[in-house]
């Protein structure tokens, strides 16, 4: 049994992941942090937490329980100006270690990253205690990219997340008044995920995201020009991943189908008319897209089942 401590335990992700921690068999939460609920029960979370957990403690205090594996699901000028506890693998949720180059790293979010491993498991599993999780975008376009890249020289990426990406904080963006019944596309052509997903893939992407008016669910829709057969290339690369599935001609990725669960669907189209080779990948931001995904990344790291913790079964409606 490894002892877990999860910093940023309030947000989504931090949520999440305790989540995930509570149901993994190898894994034990010894230190909450918050510095928002910091001597209050896990209650003052959610009131299904009940007295066995134990109550909630500042970040920086968290952070020093000598925990087997830390999770950073903190923001990103937060994760960055912690020290990581020595020993201990430390996932970090944020972004402020997936850039490796420090000039790109300080443009797109004012420090330089340092040497910690990018953890994508199925493509990049984790090198060492210290793992950048990727980002929820990054992902799903790079589940759906990564086994093509030696073929390919650009994409262009159409995606669309739930509204629990913008995280628990309020913002007036993410108000009902601006979400429901809505659809509109942000940070066009300046998204932070744009330069991970190029860094991994090897060439810059035209990357769009949008917001949708549902809780919780990302979808990548991605267009590239691809001279082999793609299908045979992402059921190769994914044959024995628990986690991602190729989905049978004819049958199309949902979000329905991966909200609430750590799973990946990716389905594969062609366009005859223009040539374009199209694939779809469907994940849950809050799953796959981040706590899911720390969770793996963290089994993987200390030896134990990939899929731990994690919900890959089920057939939820």
Known sequence: MFSAAILGCAGYTGQETLDRVLAHPGLE???????????RPASALDP????????????????????DVVFLCL??????????????VVVDLSAAHRLRDPAA???WYGAASGAWSYGLPELWPPEGRL?????????????????LADGIDGAVIDAKSGVSGAGRALKESSHAGAVLENLAPYA????????????????????????????????????????DDAREALEEAYTSSRVVRV???????????VQGTDTAELAVYADGA????????????????????AVQNANVALGLDETAGLRVSGVLV
């Open 105 to 107: 790293a300080r443009v």
């Open 188 to 227: 066009v052509g300046r998204h932070r995920h744009a330069p991970e997903i190029a860094q991994q893939l090897g060439f810059d992407v035209c990357f769009v995201p949008h917001l949708l008016p549902v809780r919780r669910g990302l979808l990548a829709t991605c267009y590239v020009r691809f001279a």
């Open 274 to 293: 223009t040539g374009t080779t199209i694939v779809v990948c469907a994940i849950d931001n809050l799953g796959k897209g981040a706590a899911g995904q």
């Open 247 to 257: 989905l049978p001609d004819g049958v199309a990725p949902e979000l329905g189908r």
């Open 75 to 88: 923001d990103h000028a937060a994760a960055a100006a912690l020290t990581p506890p020595a020993g201990a």
């Open 29 to 39: 939460p010894v230190a909450l942090g918050s510095d928002s609920l910091a001597g």
């Open 131 to 147: 793992i950048a999780n990727p980002g929820c975008y990054a992902t799903a376009a790079l589940l759906a990219l990564g086994p």
């Open 48 to 67: 299904r937490l009940d007295g066995d957990l134990p109550a909630f403690v500042p970040n920086e205090e968290a952070a020093a329980a000598g925990a």
